[in-house]
């Protein structure tokens, strides 16, 4: 079992569904991350949570709302996305925010926007 | 701006040894990173340099140079399961981590 699990791993939603991506890590981390990763683009930083509280959103389209109720979970939910919203969504946690430990990254859940 | 650039695609002969090269531009440097990404998997960890010179760790190795905005990272003795996409991502001054987009390394026999 890894570390960071992020469920589903595959969505296909139309442009009015509301649905939500899952992460937990099991590894004791204080930080987690949502990334976006698209096909030869770097990733892209969306959201950034130290002890359950945000820190971080960087011009992130409101239609993408993040929760995070517990060290342990992270949520992203989606409502009213675009076609260009599709793509692998990363979640990530680190030991603390601002250090230079690695992240360690969940395997992704792949986002069709039809 | 900050960017981080990487060839995009490279292709290697197993067994043999490859070069990704990663130049960057930040606003400060806390560090670089390497991380390996399978085709569908979560990215992995590989290297970290925050001072010059080479770090090796097994068949891979990872070069900095700061003065140089430059880093690269050493395969050797390739395998095919080698194949992945190589990302480097420098940590600037805000302890931010700026990414490049990846360089798809394809191994052949």
């Known amino acids: 079992e890894t570390g960071v699990t992020q469920t589903p791993r595959h969505l296909v939603m139309g442009m009015t569904n509301k649905k939500s991506l899952k992460c937990e890590q099991h590894?004791?981390?204080?930080?987690m991350y949502w990334y976006k990763q698209s096909a030869k683009k770097p990733l892209e930083l969306m959201f950034v949570?130290?002890?359950?509280?945000?820190?971080e959103n960087n011009s992130v389209p409101s239609r993408f709302s993040p929760e995070c109720p517990n060290s342990s979970h992270l949520f992203l939910h989606l409502h009213t996305l675009q076609p260009e919203d599709s793509a692998l969504y990363l979640c990530a946690s680190s030991q603390d925010l601002g250090g230079t430990g690695e992240l360690f990254f969940g395997e992704g859940s792949r986002l069709t926007v039809l | 701006g900050q960017n981080i650039d990487q060839p995009t695609e490279m292709t290697a002969t197993e067994g043999a040894i490859v070069q990704i090269n990663c130049t960057y531009q930040t606003s400060g440097f806390n560090g670089l990173f390497w991380y390996q990404q399978h085709a569908g998997e979560a990215p992995t960890f590989l290297s970290y340099?925050?001072l010059d010179g080479l770090e090796e760790k097994g068949r891979f190795s990872s070069f900095l140079s700061r003065s140089k905005g430059y880093s690269y990272l050493l395969l050797k003795e390739l395998q095919m399961k080698d194949s992945a996409s190589y990302l480097c991502?420098?940590?600037?001054?805000?302890?931010?981590?700026?990414w490049g987009a990846g360089t798809k390394l394809i191994i052949k026999p």
């Open positions: 991502a420098v940590m600037d001054s805000n302890y931010q981590l700026i």
């Open positions: 340099n925050v």
């Open positions: 949570y130290s002890l359950e509280e945000r820190v």
């Open positions: 590894l004791g981390h204080n930080a």
